[in-house]
């Protein structure tokens, strides 16, 4: 797998929680791999009826702020591919790690853990964005 | 690299931790792939070298409580294996993600990500632990 496409598969993650798309999220995960997911300050969660059912509640959510991704970066790791990432939650920044690994053809998430950061770097701004 | 080696390679790395064994945790490290490391609260750290002179700076800390893992389960990932464990740092409880590969024939982490945990699991008391 590329490592862009594991920052394309990010996007969608991303897009899917933003966007509360609980079937997109679903097709996010991987379907055959074994899976862990943490959300912030939960335990770990490894069984997939578990963590879509996880995902459901939060995106559920009314209350549940808009959650948005900046500072995306590619790492390979043998096969698998993780990208580093941070997410801004109601002016909070948490610093995730979100794994994928290639499944019929595409990048399926194996492992998400997101928790928070006292030092985020800056967020680049829209011009940056664009240039970077 | 079969999952079990993997929790032994965390073993490791949780010895020289609590050893404060920077030279032990030198070797822990992977030295040709592509790295990611997240303390606590702390921004992703991606250079070898970097990585390093924080487990430096943290290991020569003799503020640094000790730390102990439990709870430890591997997960397979492509090539790679995750260790999903709890750190018990001065009566709180972080959650971790530890990633290893193989290299030269061992496992070497090339991924640690730990942060808060607000509802661990229970650590099991030292029988069960021994007939666990």
Redesign the interface.
Known sequence: MHPNEALFANEAFYLAFAQADYDAMQRVWSEQ????C?H?????I?KRDEILASWRGILGNAQQPAVTCYGA?A??????V?V?C?EEVAGSVL?A?N?F??EGGRPRM??H?????????EKPSRDQQLNG
Chains 1, 2 share one sequence.
Do not use: H, N
């Open positions: 791999g074994e899976l862990i943490i912030p300050g939960w335990a770990a490894t970066r790492v390979s790791m043998g096969d698998c993780a580093v941070y610093v790690i794994v690994v290639e194996v492992q853990q997101s928790g928070p950061c006292g030092s985020p770097p």
